[in-house]
């Protein structure tokens, strides 16, 4: 019932959050996409959109926030081939998937690091919740994560701890630590909206590197359109809880049908309107009030 070709199937879904005074929330509203095999996609929207709702679902993490997933499918293409439906899989079941089938990357990486492990016992803690590894085994393996997202020294790296490490590095070995039992899927949320526009840079053109090299698929959350334009394959477009427009990179880009696609894409400089600016700059964040002015930029 998925196409060959296809890791996850998100059909249809609602996700609403209880809300005592008003009637409930609904975050996700009749969201559906789906992910091939080696595939980036982009999904795109301004905040309270729908983004991380959407995403923290696929990992049915919603739950614990006090979300209910209220109608839909997420359909899974498991790595032995199995397709199961992870809106109706028991948590027990699920929680074995996080991580070897399917992994998320955030925002902060202080945040989802401990400060009081080493970056090494991190990484090899992923490994043996996972995999029946000897502590040495594990150490190895985490060894080959660090070196497979480019941490420089990482002999030395697997020995400290967060502090140690800059924001660039930190946010590597959460990318390390998403992979390091080689999920199928790799969800990352906004991985390098805190980071500057360098390592930034430098952290798109490594996840773009890991998916040619180990074949991932990778759901990418973002608000910026410059960084969809350099990492996706296709784009989903969020507004209030909605897909407003699925296409290619190329048609988002040069065709967008919806206004509010239109806005994002109309906030990114133009070629040649930084060349009196030092340094690069992200770009805003865009608003969409279409009962006023269709954008406005916050930032
Ligand atoms: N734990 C929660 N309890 C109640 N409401 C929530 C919770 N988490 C998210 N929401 C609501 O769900 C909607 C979607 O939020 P979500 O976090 O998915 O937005 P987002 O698109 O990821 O935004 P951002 O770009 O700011 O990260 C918002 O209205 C938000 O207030
Ligand atoms: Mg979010």
Same mark, same amino acid.
């Given at each position: 019932? *998925?196409?060959?070709?296809?890791?996850?199937?998100? @059909?249809?879904?609602?996700?609403?959050?209880?809300?005592?005074?008003? #009637?409930? +929330?609904?975050?996700?509203? !009749?969201?559906?996409?789906?992910?091939?095999? %080696?595939?980036?996609?982009?999904?795109?929207? @301004?905040? !309270?959109?729908? =983004?991380?709702?959407?995403?923290?679902?696929?990992?049915?993490?919603?739950?614990?926030?006090?979300?209910?997933?209220?109608? %839909?499918?997420?359909?899974?293409?498991? #790595?032995?081939?199995?397709?199961?439906?992870?809106? =109706?899989?028991?948590?027990?079941?699920?929680?074995? +998937?996080?991580?070897?089938?399917?992994?998320?990357?955030?925002?902060?990486?202080?945040?989802?690091?401990?400060?009081?492990?080493?970056? %090494?016992?991190? /990484?090899?803690?992923?490994?043996?919740?996972?995999?029946?590894?000897? =502590?040495?085994?594990?150490?190895?393996?985490?060894?080959?994560?660090? #070196?497979?997202?480019?941490?420089?020294?990482?002999?030395?790296?697997?020995?400290?701890?967060?502090?140690? +490490?800059?924001? %660039?590095?930190?946010?590597?070995?959460? /990318?390390?630590?998403?992979?390091?039992?080689?999920?199928?899927?790799?969800?990352?949320?906004?991985?390098?909206?805190?980071?500057?526009?360098?390592?930034?840079?430098?952290?798109?053109?490594?996840?773009?590197? +890991?998916?040619?090299?180990? !074949?991932?698929?990778?759901?990418?959350?973002?608000?910026?359109?410059?960084?969809?334009? @350099?990492?996706?394959?296709?784009?989903?477009?969020? *507004? =209030? !809880?909605?897909?407003?427009?699925?296409?290619?990179?190329?048609? /988002?880009?040069?065709?967008?049908?919806?206004?509010?696609?239109?806005?994002? /894409?109309?906030?990114?400089?133009?070629?040649?309107?930084?060349?009196?600016?030092?340094?690069?700059?992200?770009?805003?964040?865009?608003?969409?009030?279409?009962?006023?002015?269709?954008?406005?930029?916050?930032?």
């Amino acid at each position: 019932m *998925l196409p060959d070709d296809v890791i996850l199937a998100v @059909e249809d879904l609602e996700v609403s959050f209880a809300n005592q005074a008003q #009637k409930p +929330l609904r975050a996700v509203r !009749g969201v559906s996409f789906n992910i091939a095999r %080696g595939e980036t996609l982009a999904l795109v929207g @301004e905040s !309270g959109s729908g =983004k991380s709702v959407t995403a923290m679902t696929v990992m049915r993490l919603t739950e614990h926030d006090g979300a209910r997933i209220t109608a %839909g499918r997420i359909m899974m293409r498991l #790595k032995n081939g199995q397709v199961i439906d992870l809106v =109706k899989l028991p948590e027990k079941h699920v929680e074995k +998937l996080r991580g070897s089938e399917i992994s998320i990357v955030f925002q902060d990486p202080m945040s989802s690091l401990n400060p009081v492990f080493t970056v %090494g016992d991190q /990484i090899a803690e992923a490994v043996t919740h996972h995999q029946n590894k000897t =502590k040495s085994e594990a150490r190895a393996i985490a060894l080959n994560v660090l #070196k497979l997202v480019r941490v420089p020294d990482a002999i030395r790296r697997l020995d400290q701890y967060p502090h140690q +490490l800059s924001g %660039g590095m930190r946010q590597r070995v959460m /990318i390390a630590i998403a992979l390091a039992c080689r999920p199928s899927l790799m969800i990352l949320d906004e991985p390098t909206t805190a980071l500057d526009v360098t390592i930034q840079a430098q952290i798109l053109d490594l996840v773009r590197a +890991l998916q040619t090299e180990i !074949g991932m698929s990778v759901l990418f959350i973002t608000h910026d359109m410059g960084v969809v334009a @350099e990492i996706a394959d296709r784009v989903c477009v969020m *507004l =209030k !809880g909605e897909i407003v427009e699925t296409n290619s990179v190329h048609e /988002i880009f040069s065709n967008p049908k919806h206004a509010y696609t239109r806005a994002l /894409i109309s906030a990114v400089p133009r070629l040649g309107s930084m060349a009196d600016r030092d340094a690069p700059e992200k770009f805003p964040l865009v608003v969409y009030e279409p009962a006023r002015s269709p954008v406005k930029e916050i930032g």
